[in-house]
């Protein structure tokens, strides 16, 4: 199978009947490109049309192994011979427990862990809204601008990625406190790292504590330690670990959505690892299952409810999403992959790097591992965006073979398979790089 291969150009005439049936069907939600998957394996994809291409998206970091992992696959298989579904909030199962232990022993900290399995990572952020309010008996939290933290209102009060995901929703859950986030590229303070003596975070007790965010009110701090939908932005050495101190300081839980940056993403099974960072409470999904829905809050265990009843679902923990789990985790281990991230990440970003001094189009270039992205501009020195260049490159990159998405106002993010192979993975960099030269001229 050649790859990528554009037999025809996309969408083709089956896909097309696809997106037209799925534009009466199905509610409107966050479509970018017209590809419509028939199967795929590994890095590979292929659509309804024969056209295949090499997928730097995963499903929204989700297939963290490749798309129908062997050992996944069999996994999966043979759970759903023995039992797809039996209530793991009401009942017992072994391979639940078995993968909530793996979970609380992998997770950064000495103290002792407890999990609440949920379907997704929005559900498994309102687990650690309860989770904090009911430790702490506070209701109020703090987080980021930029922030995306899921839909459902809970979390959504949380999320402040864009304005579409919040108007007309009004009013969601109250209490939550949004302060910048520290994206040095576009600082919102207008100063400099590190003269800057991480201002956007000291800022959260010189001022934000002592207005409107009181501690003795104050649950816990949300903060992605990438942040992803808001733009892939990496904040810079030694704000992590301030965020931590001040929460510590102030008798606050630190609590880390790790959903799109977790299970090896980084280079690190944990992005906060980065930076030594033992969190309270840390949220996981997305590459968890390995192509499977489910979430989880892994927290320290003193946090716990205690009481029976107090949050609960139907089929958080579902077994066969956590065999898929934890058949994904075994291929981390085995095929080495939070090593391999590392390892591609820097083949990745000396490839990006080289793009962004050569294009002027290419404000900005950041990233961690295998989760990258580019930001494009109309004007370098006021680094205005430009969404409409970008949106030009997407098109021009899934008509080329290869699949990416979009990510904050102008940016394109890369996040491969952590097992893709050294020559997919340089394909798929020089066709963008061909769609971004032909963009900036």
Known sequence: MKVPSIKVRPPGPKARDVIERDGRFLATSTK?????????????VEDVDGNTYIDFSCGIAVVNVGHNHPKVVDAVRKQVGELTHFAGTDFYYDIQTRLAERLAKLAPGKAAKKVFFANSGTEANEAAIKIAKWSTKRGM????????????MGSLSLTASKKVQKERFFPSMPGVVHVPFAYCYRCPYQLKYPSCDLYCANVIEDLYMKTVAPPADTAGIFVEPVQGEGGYIVPPPGWLPRIAEIAKDNDLLLIADEIQTGIGRTGKMFAVEHEGVVPDIITLAKALGGGLPIGAAVFDAKLDFGVQGAHSNTFGGNPVACASAMATLDVMDEE??????????????ARLDEMKEKYAIVGDHRGLGLMRVTEFVSDPKRKTPDPRVRDAILKDAYEHGV????????????????NIPDELLDSGLDIIEGCIGRAAS
């Open 336 to 349: 080495g992959l939070v090593t391999n991230a590392a390892r591609l990440g820097k083949r990745m970003a």
């Open 32 to 44: 970018t490109s017209p590809i419509v998957a028939k199967r795929a394996q590994g890095s590979v």
């Open 403 to 418: 699949i990416v998405l979009p990510c904050g106002e102008s940016g394109i993010r890369y996040v491969p398979a952590l």
């Open 141 to 152: 939290f703090l987080a980021f601008l930029g922030a995306f933290h899921g839909r459902t």
